[in-house]
């Protein structure tokens, strides 16, 4: 079954603590990317890849770490997570950066940072 | 400025009305794509149309249909004699091939409500 995979679907973490937030794909896209949804906000993307080794930054970037080694992983990572960075974060893969197809999104990780 | 707006934050219809969800978009590409989600009580993101620039027709699913026009710059979801399943939150976004399409841009959406 072609899906998209986030780990974990809840997490309570403390400010300042590290952590990452995993994302796997089996459709062998070449995109993949991460929004965060907020109240009021709609999706907004944090970071973006089109490619292995290849990452830019989207429209909120600060405060995350993404990377890009393997074509299926694509993992967010937040050195020293902050209350601002409470959200429901989505992870997404497409073909050729989602010109003329629709993005598979994980089910969601909902992050509270306390 | 918003590339793609959503006026409407929330809209409670009764079962069985028509309810339309307004998205209008802003681009200056001549080729980009349209498409609208659906985010129900769960949580996920589900697909529900794709749509480009260069087809203009509108198109109908069951009881969703979507008029899509260019010279208004909008791309409206219409759902037919409503049914309490269809409660959720409705994402308009926008993907442009001026931006290599990396970037989906997407509404702050609409939560639609409806009572029974």
């Known amino acids: 079954e072609a899906q998209v995979t986030q780990n974990p679907r809840y997490l309570i973490t403390v400010t300042g603590k590290k952590l990452t937030v995993t994302c796997s794909q089996n459709m062998n896209h070449e995109y993949m990317s991460w929004y965060r949804q907020d109240p009021g906000l709609g999706l907004r993307q944090i970071y973006y890849s089109m490619n292995v080794e290849v990452t830019d930054k989207g429209d909120v970037p600060e405060g995350y770490k993404v990377s890009r080694k393997e074509k299926r992983n694509f993992p967010l990572i937040l050195e020293s997570p902050s209350p601002n960075q409470t959200s429901l974060y989505f992870c997404a893969s497409g073909d050729r950066g989602l010109l003329n197809t629709e993005a598979f999104f994980g089910q969601g990780t909902r992050l509270t940072v306390v | 400025a918003q590339k793609v707006t959503q006026a409407q934050t929330e809209i409670s219809v009764v079962e069985k009305e028509d309810v339309t969800l307004d998205c209008v978009y802003e681009?200056?590409?001549?080729?980009?794509?349209l498409f609208w989600y659906k985010q129900p009580p769960s949580g996920e993101l589900v697909f529900l149309i794709r749509?480009?620039?260069?087809?203009?027709q509108n198109e109908i699913s069951g009881r969703y249909s979507w008029n899509f026009q260019k010279s208004t710059s909008s791309f409206n979801f219409t759902i037919t004699a409503s049914q309490v399943v269809d409660s959720a939150v409705y994402f308009c976004?926008?993907?442009?091939?001026?931006?290599?399409?990396?970037?989906?841009?997407f509404g702050t959406g609409t939560s639609l409500t409806v009572i029974p």
């Open positions: 681009t200056r590409d001549t080729t980009y794509y």
């Open positions: 749509r480009n620039s260069f087809d203009e």
């Open positions: 976004a926008l993907s442009e091939e001026g931006n290599t399409g990396n970037q989906f841009y």
